[in-house]
């Protein structure tokens, strides 16, 4: 069956530390990739999205995600946190020809001033 | 504000009982989709109905059902209530399908006592 495994469920950093969420997606066939964030009290929104060419993209307020195929990887990076990037990211995964998306279970993320 | 609106914003009602929760998708937007979050399974994509038409099927409990008004807005009708059925209901639209950006709306809450 397709998944996705986000392997940190609570991450706790201060301001101006790097950040790197791992998301980890079993299915062997084409696949487009997501990273969606939930602010406190929002609805979710995309941060980025892989669907082809570069592996590496960039997305909004900082974020980028590297897709390494070999590894069935999609990690989420920021060099430096700020105290607003509290929220849940979700990592999610809509295999080719389909529009469903399959979420990971979410990383709770906290920065501290 | 994604676009999308869900109502209600809560909804507490008892076991056994039928409850209907109603999603309007973006203006443009042909594609509805159903997720259910709740602390033991997560985001769980429900169904998908585009332009009327039922696309795709998740994990969406025979008791559940919805449909796609000729409007474009969708109800999620969810009957024989449980327990284990409280969790958060989001809708999300697209403008088509694979490969759009899926906005999410702010979510119905739903406590079954």
């Known amino acids: 069956a397709q998944s996705v495994s986000q392997h940190n469920h609570h991450v706790i950093l201060s301001e101006a530390a790097s950040l790197e969420l791992g998301c980890n997606y079993s299915?062997?066939?084409?696949?487009?990739l997501f990273w969606y964030v939930q602010y406190p009290g929002q609805h979710l929104q995309l941060l980025l999205k892989?669907?082809?060419?570069?592996?590496l993209v960039k997305g909004i307020k900082g974020f980028e995600a590297e897709f390494i195929k070999s590894k069935f990887s999609f990690n989420l990076r920021k060099p430096s946190v700020q105290w607003s990037d509290t929220a849940e990211y979700f990592c999610?995964?809509?295999?080719?020809?389909?529009?469903?998306?399959?979420f990971g279970t979410g990383t709770r993320l906290q920065v501290f001033p | 504000d994604s676009g999308v609106t869900q109502t209600p914003k809560h909804l507490i009602t008892a076991t056994g009982q039928r409850v209907t929760l109603r999603c309007s998708p973006r203006?443009?937007?042909?594609?509805v989709y159903w997720y259910q979050q709740s602390l033991d399974q997560g985001l769980q994509f429900l169904i998908q109905?585009?332009?009327?038409?039922?696309?795709a099927k998740g994990n969406i409990l025979e008791r559940f059902s919805a449909q796609q008004f000729p409007d474009l807005h969708s109800e999620l009708n969810l009957s024989s209530l449980e327990l284990g059925d409280s969790a958060l209901y989001f809708c999300?639209?697209?403008?088509?399908?694979?490969?759009?950006?899926?906005?999410f709306g702010p979510g119905t809450r739903l406590t079954v006592t």
């Open positions: 892989y669907f082809s060419g570069d592996p």
């Open positions: 999610a995964v809509s295999p080719y020809n389909t529009d469903k998306l399959i």
């Open positions: 999300a639209s697209s403008v088509s399908g694979q490969g759009y950006e899926q906005y």
């Open positions: 203006s443009g937007d042909l594609s």
């Open positions: 299915y062997g066939g084409t696949v487009n």
């Open positions: 109905y585009y332009n009327g038409e039922e696309r």
